[in-house]
């Protein structure tokens, strides 16, 4: 044989130390791959749980905003239908008053019938007066006023009303 020809030959102890050492190598090489999943798995339920909180606040802001809009077009409606004190006489519907999928307030009575909040404040005030301020103007209504009938008596009235001679 020529030294070409020949081949190397292992013995058992020197093939089970390569075989050893390249597991070895695998096993680093995989075992950085797990710590790498850990650390992204740890970093995932990190973000999840900032994006569940962002959430909660999400929805809280959304809330607040639909309540403030309920009032508010709760007391405009009042204040077109010349409420006494509408901040106050808000608090009649508030309970019962929603945001639809529109955008639009609704109230919804107990029988669960819904109608636009400005519908309902329409016909509640027409029905409860209590509620709602006087607008006559003075001096629009009929008869004639304590002046008109003093102007009508004479002076000799006048003076025998008031004990005068």
Not at 35 to 59: C, I, P, S, Y
Not at 95 to 113: A, E, F
Not at 147 to 161: H, P, W
Request: aromatic share 6%.
């Amino acid at each position: 044989m020529t030294e070409k020809n020949k081949e190397k030959l292992f013995t058992q102890a020197e093939v089970d130390n390569i075989v050893k050492e390249r597991l070895e190598r695998e096993r680093k090489r995989y075992n950085s791959d797990n710590d790498m999943v850990e650390t992204l798995q740890k970093e995932l339920v990190t973000v999840r749980a900032e994006l569940q909180g962002l959430k909660a606040d999400n929805e809280a802001k959304a809330t607040a905003l639909k309540a403030e809009q309920v009032n508010k077009t709760i007391i405009q409606e009042l204040e077109k239908a010349n409420g006494i004190n509408p901040t106050e006489l808000a608090r009649l519907f508030i309970n019962n008053t929603s945001v639809d999928d529109k955008g639009s307030v609704i109230y919804t009575d107990d029988s669960g019938n819904s109608v636009p909040i400005g519908e309902h404040i329409k016909e509640w005030a027409s029905k409860s007066t209590w509620a709602i301020k006087d607008n006559q103007k003075a001096g629009s209504g009929f008869g004639s006023g304590l002046s008109c009938s003093f102007q009508s008596m004479g002076n000799d009235e006048l003076r025998n009303a008031f004990g005068l001679k």
